[in-house]
């Protein structure tokens, strides 16, 4: 697994409660809705152009802005200011998860020059967990995380708790990971994994038949499913996608063969700026 801890954020538990019922209320938006599943939602409190609904992330050149929603959170701004050196940083950005997940993908494949992404949970429960590839894992609250976007992850809440993290896009100027922090720790905690019991082959067997019920009215919520397998059972976060083009051909439905396979390559190989799908 390349994401680590790298920190912990120092929090003032009464500032961030007040500014967990703020966000609470914020209202809904679907930004990047071909990925999620259930509740997941984008808010930006930085990026090039301080409007909170300019929300496609890409690079920019020039300096970081604060939007409105950043003027209602200053203890978050505050945080983030406290915990890093924030000179390379193009965007702030809180994700809410509920009932729901982001589901497998890589980041950065559209962009010349992938960026430093930092995770930081402050509203978490252990059913809020993180994927990378074959790994299972729960950010505690406060834990300064660097995710890999690169690789193939998802992260999904699989109870109505709504967790919250901010995540922290950075230009990656090659510096260790550590040099983004103020106060670098002596020394991190053990990550707390995951471990999930085996998928064997009667559970592969009954995912499989899902070919039989799939139809173009529910590809989506095969697709939700199955995303969410690998959280509660051992496998690659990316094995969804292989199991939904077995799904759809077994289905004897070219449409959703077609589908299946279109969303596997946008999701995790290759995309355009800007490139949007619908499933
Ligand atoms: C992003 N990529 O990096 C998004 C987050 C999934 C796709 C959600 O902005
Ligand atoms: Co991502």
Avoid at 38 to 57: C, E, I, P, Q, T
Avoid at 106 to 113: I, K, N, S, T
Avoid at 240 to 255: L, N, T
């Amino acid at each position: 697994m390349n994401s680590r801890i790298i920190g912990q954020a120092r929090i003032d538990e009464d500032r961030l409660r007040e500014e967990v019922a703020v966000i609470d209320r914020f209202a809904a938006r679907d930004d990047y809705s071909e990925y999620s599943f259930g509740s997941w939602r984008n808010y930006v409190l930085a990026n090039g152009s301080g409007d909170k609904d300019d929300a496609m992330f890409r690079g920019y050149e020039g300096v970081r802005r604060s939007t409105q929603l950043a003027a209602q959170l200053p203890y978050i701004l505050e945080l983030v200011e406290e915990t890093f050196h924030t000179e390379n940083l193009k965007w702030v950005r809180l994700f809410t998860v509920q009932s729901g997940l982001i589901i497998s993908h890589r980041d950065f494949v559209e962009f010349e020059a992938p960026f430093v992404r930092v995770h930081v949970p402050i509203h978490t429960d252990l059913s809020c967990l993180h994927s990378e590839e074959d790994a299972v894992f729960h950010m505690r609250k406060g834990e300064v995380w660097f995710l890999d976007a690169s690789t193939v992850h998802s992260a999904c809440s699989l109870t109505s708790f709504k967790r919250i993290s901010i995540c922290l896009d950075f230009v990656d100027t090659g510096a260790p990971l550590e040099s983004l922090l103020k106060h670098p720790p002596a020394s991190v905690p053990e990550p707390l994994l995951v471990k999930r019991p085996p998928l064997d082959d009667a559970f592969l067997k009954s995912l499989r038949g899902l070919s039989g019920v799939v139809d173009p009215v529910n590809l989506r919520d095969v697709a939700g499913f199955l995303a969410k397998v690998h959280f509660y059972r051992d496998a690659h976060a990316a094995d969804c996608f292989d199991w939904m083009i077995d799904i759809a051909r077994d289905s004897g439905k070219p449409e959703l063969l077609r589908k299946a396979t279109t969303f596997k390559r946008f999701s995790i190989e290759t995309r355009e700026l800007g490139e949007r799908f619908t499933l």
